[in-house]
């Protein structure tokens, strides 16, 4: 591969096929558990580190270089893992990156598992009414749920757009109904200064 700017790529980001390799190897090795390939490319994508079908190609490269390899869970969904070839390239290599493009990458790629903890300790559901769509945002606990909002919406996007920013971060849902109800305002202001 070339190293010239990639459509996609942000000014700093990776552009050649070794960094790419060794980015993978690097994400995978200190997260040190399966990743799912989608979401392993769109940690490349998302943060503006590498172009979508160039990550594609350095991850096929290193499943057929035996660096990483490919798994399916139990949900039937493919993953990559580091095999210890992986392991020592990316503990040789891993300085030859920009720590800074490093650090971008395994915050993203940790971000993903918070994500999807959250998702599976919470719940939304959706439900079609006469007059819109139900929306409803419940926080699991140990006993009762912490919290469950029912909300009428006019359409599935603002549906989704709630979704998505509740299940990326319940807590501040949660702490902001209460501020709100309690009439604690500044609560809500730092609250929002938080989630940002």
Do not use: W
Request: negative net charge; glycine residues 8%.
């Amino acid at each position: 591969m070339y190293d010239v700017f990639r459509g996609g790529v942000e000014p700093g980001g990776l552009t050649t096929d070794y960094e790419l390799k060794m980015m993978i190897c690097y994400i995978l090795h200190h997260i040190g558990c399966p990743m799912p390939v989608g979401a392993l490319i769109e940690v490349f994508v998302d943060q503006g580190i590498g172009n979508y079908f160039e990550a594609a190609s350095a991850a096929a490269g290193l499943v057929k270089s035996e660096h990483i390899a490919v798994e399916s869970t139990q949900e039937n969904q493919r993953c990559y893992v580091i095999t210890p070839l992986g392991t020592s390239a990316a503990q040789t290599f891993e300085k030859d990156l920009p720590l800074s493009v490093r650090d971008k990458a395994l915050e993203a790629a940790k971000r993903y598992f918070v994500i999807q903890q959250r998702r599976a300790q919470n719940k939304t559901e959706v439900k079609k009414v006469e007059d819109g769509y139900l929306l409803t945002l419940t926080i699991k606990d140990i006993g009762s749920d912490l919290l469950s909002l029912t909300i009428l919406l006019p359409d599935l996007t603002s549906c989704e757009q709630i979704q998505s920013r509740f299940l990326n971060d319940p807590i501040v849902v949660y702490k902001g109904v209460v501020a709100l109800l309690t009439g604690s305002y500044e609560s809500v202001g730092a609250l929002l200064d938080h989630a940002e």
